[in-house]
């Protein structure tokens, strides 16, 4: 088995004749946390949806721990940038963290306690009983990280996933992501598009660009361990780092062919 | 984890919700004092005309209550003649309806589900559904048995298009995101049929289904009026035969009770099954 949990090559999809992602390539070592940053609308969903088979690329391929995806993966979770559509409303939040686990088997008890578990773990005990549309954005946005948690996948794709959070929840989730990433070396690739998150949780950065959205750029972060909110933060090697992936990003919005041909 | 959350529930500002339950109580009475001037006006009117054919609502009542209502209360006041002309009208209504609603429910899964069947069948359905169900008595008959038999299999026939219809279109139009968290998550099969199809396509299920109970009830009647010998419908005739005018409105009053009646327990099954439903979209 190769050391790379997964491996894009020349990963390339289109939306009829709109080209999203050309001939992007992108290596992840097992246990690794990947960031991802891009303006809006380079592809970084998409990308996504190629990792979890949901969306059969155009050309090129994904490999998943030796093996090219065809359909969904076993053992990947995401957390959907559109979390209030993917929760379902008809089931209460619990039961909607517990559903996933059928497969896993066990007890009906036990589901539910890894379900309240998780919720726990997300801030949000004691709202297992109520319904999705009972709770605020962030709260939804929470369940849907506590239901792809809970389901202990070894690849975790979260987009997005707390852009409805307030800033001290915020916080909270990208320690508890940290946590579980070292604690259960699950991998993870995280979509977001705030700059300085993207530098705190990393191991790595991945700069994406626009039309055509590939990789631009990818810095290895290497700050000391175990990270901090507040002195991991006021580090010199966070600020220049994060200084220099909002440069990349500010560039990768201007699209490059647009310059090629000035 | 702490946490210091800012976030709120988005509830309804109890103000609001206080005028909407009063303006729900004023529209209520409203309701039942329109229906009571409909009745006092009905009374008027006919005891001005006089004419056998319209007796007035205090003559049709007392018919009402002798012919079903005025039996021993161990029987919940029913009468010898109620329990034989209501077991039969309701047996057919609710056998009917509940296997229209069983093969309208599993064929419109199946059909929604599979493009090919769905494409192949189409058609042909809608032809089907054209069909006015009255229409196919003559032909129910000569092929069933009066009487019980060809009573269900029209009700059957008649009322297994809005739940087929209805059901097609929920299982087809449920939300792709939900389709994707199923499919991320290893929710496949009967599991996903159950938690995120079939629930999914509940609202569309429901409103066929109550389309479905209206016509059932016609068609109850309709069925029974052909020389079926029991059953609401068949009194009906048969008052009229004997020329036993209140009677015959006693059972017109009856069944549009029974039809109100229908209607009001199956929205409050409605309400309690779907209130996911009308609360999700409230808080859109
Ligand atoms: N299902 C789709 N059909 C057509 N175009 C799409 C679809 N999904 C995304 N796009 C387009 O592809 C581009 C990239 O979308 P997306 O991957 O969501 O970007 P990002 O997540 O980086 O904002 C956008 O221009 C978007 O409009
Ligand atoms: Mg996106």
Known sequence: ?262 | MSTATVERPPAAEPARRGRRRLLGALSGIAQVWLLVLLVIAWELVTRAVDDEFFPPPSAILPALRDMWFSGPAGDLFLTEKARADFGPSFRNLFLGWGLAGVIGVAGGVLIGRSRALGHLVEPVLHFLRSVPPPTLIPFLLALLDLGTQMQVATIVFGVVWPVLLNTIDGVRSVDRLQLETARVFGITGWLRMRRVILPSAAPKIFAGLRVSLGFALILMVISELVGAGQGIGAHILLAQQAFEIPQMWGGIVLLGVLGCLFNLVFALVERRALAWHDNARRND
């Open chain 1, 1 to 262: 088995m190769s050391e790379n949990m997964l491996e894009i090559d020349g990963l390339t999809h289109s939306y009829g004749d709109h080209t999203v992602l050309e001939k992007m390539s992108l290596r992840v070592p097992r246990g690794e946390l990947v960031s991802i940053v891009g303006p809006s609308g380079c592809g970084k969903s998409t990308l996504l949806r190629c990792i979890a088979g949901l969306v059969r690329p155009t050309g090129g391929r994904v490999v998943l721990d030796g093996t090219a995806i065809d359909g969904v993966p076993d053992e990947l979770a995401v957390v959907f940038q559109d979390y209030s559509r993917s929760l379902l409303p008809w089931l209460t939040v619990r039961d909607n963290v517990a559903l996933p686990l059928r497969r896993r088997g066990g007890s009906r008890a036990e589901r539910r306690a890894a379900a309240e578990e998780a919720l726990t773990s997300v801030g949000l005990d004691g709202a297992g009983r109520k319904y999705p549309w009972q709770l605020s954005g962030g709260m939804q946005q929470r369940v849907s990280i506590a239901r792809a948690l809970a389901y202990r996948p070894s690849l975790l794709l979260m987009d997005e996933p707390f852009g409805s959070v307030d800033a001290q929840t915020r916080e909270d989730l990208e320690d508890l992501v940290l946590r579980v990433h070292r604690d259960e070396g699950m991998t993870i690739l995280l979509v977001t598009h705030d700059i300085d998150e993207s530098v705190y949780v990393g191991d790595r950065v991945v700069v994406l660009g626009r039309d055509p959205g590939g990789v631009r750029a990818e810095l290895p972060v290497h700050l000391p361990a175990p990270r901090d909110q507040t002195t991991t933060r006021a580090h010199p090697d966070f600020v220049s780092l994060r200084t220099e992936v909002s440069t990349l990003v500010r560039g990768a919005a201007a699209p490059t062919k647009t310059v090629v041909h000035e």
